[in-house]
């Protein structure tokens, strides 16, 4: 006997949901590029059309050979500021969770340090780098604290937040059960704030490069040991353009790779329980 198979067929509706989600998958993609390219040739024809001279505005490719000449220099200043980032973050972390913890198990603990916390996000870097540069001798220490300061409340305060949101019925259960307050911050309260964490950790990871930058700017560190911001203010003094294009470039792809870092690892920690993370449906 023939059993005759006939071809799946979607439907209208079906048909047009896919249609969409490809083409919102290619457009994800194809359309930041071709919009950087068209503003990266409008900038060269602006540069060509005007007759600006390289060192008021360099076209494109003189920025990208000064990018692969000054390598050497460009990228060992990127390292130093590459290190006080993540070391700054790593501290904001570190601090920012803990003292989250703290404040949610004692309601006596946050409102005795919280407004401390926001007294330090509100008052601008470049206000309180003249009282650390009096008390902090070491150069490296000083921009770790600026760009500590920078990171610190959105992880705080995210956390924060995250462990207060449980459940009211799920934490009604825990007591009921006779769960100790470790098990409950454990098991109930960290995994409810892990989104928020990932969250505040997005935005601290991009505040940790700008804190780093801003700290080199206002510490005006010099020599072959200071990061991407003192060569941005040397190539200022020099008028040479071209490298500080390239280091103002070399400084924003950072900020974006880091952000990509940090979403690709909420992304992994959340995709199998998180409805932020889980396929929608449509």
């Keep these: 006997m023939v059993i005759e198979t006939l071809p799946a067929r979607l439907d209208p509706e079906e048909a047009k949901r896919v249609r969409q989600e490809r083409l919102e998958r290619i457009g994800s993609w194809l359309l930041p590029l071709l919009i ?17 001279p390289r060192y008021i505005l360099p076209r494109p490719h003189v920025v990208a050979q000064t990018l692969y000449t000054d390598a050497a220099l460009l990228f060992g200043s990127l ?7 993540f070391l700054s973050l790593l501290l904001a972390v570190i601090g920012g969770v803990g003292l989250a913890v703290l404040f949610t198990q ?35 220490a000083k921009l770790l604290l ?7 409340f959105p992880i705080l305060s995210n956390t924060t937040l995250g ?23 454990r098991h109930l309260r960290l995994p409810a704030a892990m989104p928020y964490f990932l969250g505040g950790l ?26 991407l911001a003192s060569r941005i203010i040397e190539a200022g003094y020099r008028l040479n353009a071209p490298r500080l294009f390239a280091a103002l470039i070399l400084i924003s792809l950072t900020g974006i790779l880091i952000f990509l870092v940090l979403s690709l690892v909420s992304h992994l920690l959340l995709r199998r329980w998180h409805e932020s993370a889980l396929k929608q449906e449509r």
């Design 146 to 152: 600026c760009s500590w300061i920078v990171a610190f």
């Design 202 to 227: 997005k935005i601290a990871g991009g505040l940790s490069l700008i804190g780093a930058v801003v700290a080199e700017f206002v510490a005006g560190s010099s020599g072959q040991s200071s990061g």
């Design 106 to 140: 004692s309601k006596w603990v946050e409102m005795s340090f919280f407004p401390f916390a926001i007294v330090l996000q509100v008052t601008p870097i470049v206000a309180i780098f003249p009282l650390i540069n009096i008390y902090v001798d070491n150069q490296t």
């Design 79 to 85: 390292l130093v500021t590459l290190k006080i980032t």
């Design 36 to 52: 950087m390219l068209f503003a990266i040739w409008l900038w060269d024809r602006i540069c060509v059309w005007n007759e600006i």
């Design 163 to 185: 462990l207060n949101s449980v459940d009211r019925n799920l934490r009604d259960l825990f007591r009921l059960n006779g769960a100790t307050r470790w098990q409950k911050l």
